[in-house]
């Protein structure tokens, strides 16, 4: 997929890309500090993006870490045995 970076070079405001889900929507996040909640793009090629990224769209729920261009689907499985 693509990810476009949005704002000045240097210092983009916004990251908008396609779900990986496949169905259809699209993910914009902030990535400006002065504004909660933001991400932190740790590299831009490939995008690693910090936190999860954690969305509902028509109550299905898409929960993914973007790490160095790849996609790791988070399962609640991984939520729960994280806590202890």
């Known amino acids: 997929g ?7 070079r240097g210092a983009p405001k ?15 996040l902030n990535l400006a500090r002065s504004r909660r909640p933001f ?7 490939p ?17 993914f870490v973007v790490e160095y261009g790849h996609i790791n689907w988070v399962r609640e499985f991984d939520l729960y045995t994280s806590r202890r």
């Open 39 to 45: 991400w932190s793009i740790e590299t831009a090629v």
């Open 47 to 63: 995008l690693r993006l910090w936190p999860s990224v954690d969305v509902t769209v028509d109550n299905e729920r898409c929960h």
């Open 2 to 8: 693509v990810a476009i970076l949005v704002g000045l």
């Open 14 to 28: 916004w990251v908008a890309f396609e779900c990986p889900c496949g169905r259809g929507h699209r993910i914009m």
